[in-house]
């Protein structure tokens, strides 16, 4: 057993053998945003309070959503926080943002721990770079700035290389732990 996130932000037992995201139900039979601790959730909060939480995740989605068109800015993360926020304000966005064709998937393997597939991690890597490439030439006569802009690629790259899980290699080690009966 290890341990993961519910939709409602609190940690539960998730089964090592537990399907891949793969094997999960299609998009359309995703029962997590109405899950009875999502519900239970927004249940509790107020009005006011859901509509905050409301607001977040539509500002994330904002910001998520400019990310696709710009480089250098994460999209993901921010449909990540989108879908944390509506867990706590609307199960019905919840699952809008986990039914995103291209966004959804990854949004579910980041819930299941799974992390970003190896292509994504150097996908995402070499977009932050040629962005941060650009600033550089542009902002050329600000040194301070670019100094800036490298040391927080810097931090990004590590953190995307060492923190972020890999797909592959997680689900390997899902699958050894299966076959070893742990």
């Not at 291209?102 to 819930?111: L, S, T």
């Not at 977009?127 to 670019?146: D, Q």
């Not at 990004?156 to 060492?162: K, P, R, S």
Request: positive net charge; contains cysteine.
């Amino acid at each position: 057993m290890t341990v993961g996130m519910s939709t409602a932000g609190r940690a539960r037992a998730v089964d090592a053998s537990a399907p891949t995201a793969a094997e999960l139900p299609a998009p359309a039979s995703n029962d997590q945003a109405t899950s009875p601790a999502t519900l239970a959730s927004v249940a509790t909060g107020g009005r006011i309070t859901r509509t905050f939480w409301c607001a977040g995740g539509f500002l994330a989605v904002g910001v998520g959503g400019v990310g696709i068109a710009l480089p250098g800015l994460p999209t993901t993360v921010f449909f990540i926080i989108a879908a944390w926020c509506f867990s706590h304000g609307s199960p019905r966005f919840e699952k809008w943002v986990l039914d995103l064709p291209a966004i959804g998937p990854m949004v579910r393997d980041h819930r299941l721990g799974l992390g970003m597939p190896k292509r994504i991690k150097v996908i995402a890597n070499a977009m932050m770079w040629t962005a941060i490439a650009i600033s550089g030439v542009i902002l050329h006569s600000m040194p301070w700035v670019v100094a800036g802009l490298v040391a927080l690629g810097t931090i990004g790259t590590v953190y995307i290389v060492f923190q972020v899980p890999t797909r592959e290699t997680e689900l390997a080690r899902r699958a050894a732990l299966a076959e070893a009966g742990l």
